[in-house]
C-alpha cells in the first residue's frame, strides 16, 4: 500500500513564526503536492513537485515555500505564520512525471495547523 | 479558470440508495475522480471516470456525461460507514494536468 506520511498532525504557532511541515511518501513518486484545506472552499492547491528539486506553483502559493531535496520527502515552509493561515493542510503523491490518464493520487492524513 | 459544483450537504437512509452530483466547466477535460473523505482523515481514492458511462465498483457507482459537464456517485445499499464528504475531482490538460477539486459533499446517514 502506499503511504504518505505527515510528521505531525496537529501544531500551534504563533504568528510570525517559522512552520516547517514534513511529508515523506514511500513508494518513489515522482509527483508530490501540498493542498490547504478549509471549509466550504475544498482543497485548494499550494504548490507541487515532479521531481528532486523542482517546484511549481499551485492556485495558492503567496506566504507559502516548498522544499524537494530528495525524492521521497516534500516539505511546506510557512516563512512567516499568520492567522489566516490555520488551516488543514494535506500532502499528496502520485506516480509517474505525467498527470494524465488513471494516476490518482494519494493522501497523507492531514496536518492541523492552528496560527495564533 | 475551473468551476466544480456540488452540493454542501445532504442526508440519507441507512440501507437506502443516495446518487451524489457534480457539475464541472472546464476548458480542457480529462478525467474526473471521486474521493470520500472521513472527518479528521486523508481523502481516498473512488472512481475515475474519462469517457461516458457508468462505472461500477461493488457498492459504488460513477457516472460521466462529458457533453453535459455532469457526474454523479451513487452509492447503494447505505451503510452507516458511509457517512463521509465525497470530493468531485477534474483534470484539466489545459492546467497541466492539475486536479482541480469541488468543496466537498457532506452524507449523513442516519439510522
Known amino acids: 500500500d502506499v503511504k504518505v506520511t505527515q510528521s505531525s498532525r496537529y501544531l500551534v504557532k504563533r504568528t510570525g513564526e517559522k512552520v516547517f511541515l514534513e511529508c515523506v511518501q514511500d513508494m518513489d513518486h515522482e509527483n508530490m503536492f501540498w493542498y490547504r484545506q478549509d471549509p466550504g472552499l475544498g482543497l485548494r492547491l499550494i504548490y507541487f513537485?515532479?521531481?528532486?528539486?523542482?517546484?511549481e506553483k499551485g492556485d495558492i502559493p503567496e506566504g507559502y515555500s516548498v522544499s524537494r531535496e530528495k525524492k521521497e520527502r516534500f516539505s511546506l515552509i510557512l516563512e512567516s505564520a499568520s492567522t489566516n493561515q490555520t488551516s488543514m493542510y494535506l500532502c499528496?503523491?502520485?506516480?509517474?512525471?505525467?498527470?494524465?490518464?488513471?494516476?490518482?493520487?494519494?493522501f497523507g492524513e492531514g496536518s492541523w495547523l492552528t496560527v495564533v | 479558470g475551473q468551476n466544480i459544483d456540488q452540493p454542501t450537504e445532504m442526508t440519507a437512509t441507512e440501507g437506502a440508495i443516495v446518487q451524489i452530483n457534480c457539475t464541472y466547466q472546464?476548458?480542457?477535460?480529462?478525467?474526473l475522480f471521486w474521493y470520500q473523505q472521513h472527518a479528521g482523515e486523508a481523502p481516498t481514492f473512488l472512481s475515475y471516470n474519462v469517457l461516458d458511462g457508468l462505472e461500477e465498483k461493488g457498492r459504488f457507482s460513477s457516472f460521466l456525461s462529458r457533453s453535459k459537464g455532469y457526474s454523479y456517485l451513487l452509492l447503494k445499499e447505505l451503510q452507516m460507514k458511509d457517512s463521509a464528504s465525497y470530493l468531485c475531482?477534474?483534470?484539466?490538460?489545459?492546467?497541466?494536468?492539475?486536479?482541480?477539486f469541488g468543496g466537498g459533499t457532506r452524507l449523513m446517514v442516519k439510522p
Open positions: 499528496a503523491s502520485s506516480l509517474s512525471g505525467h498527470l494524465g490518464g488513471g494516476n490518482t493520487i494519494y
Open positions: 513537485s515532479y521531481d528532486v528539486k523542482m517546484k
Open positions: 472546464t476548458s480542457g477535460f480529462n478525467g
Open positions: 475531482a477534474v483534470r484539466d490538460r489545459n492546467a497541466g494536468n492539475m486536479l482541480t
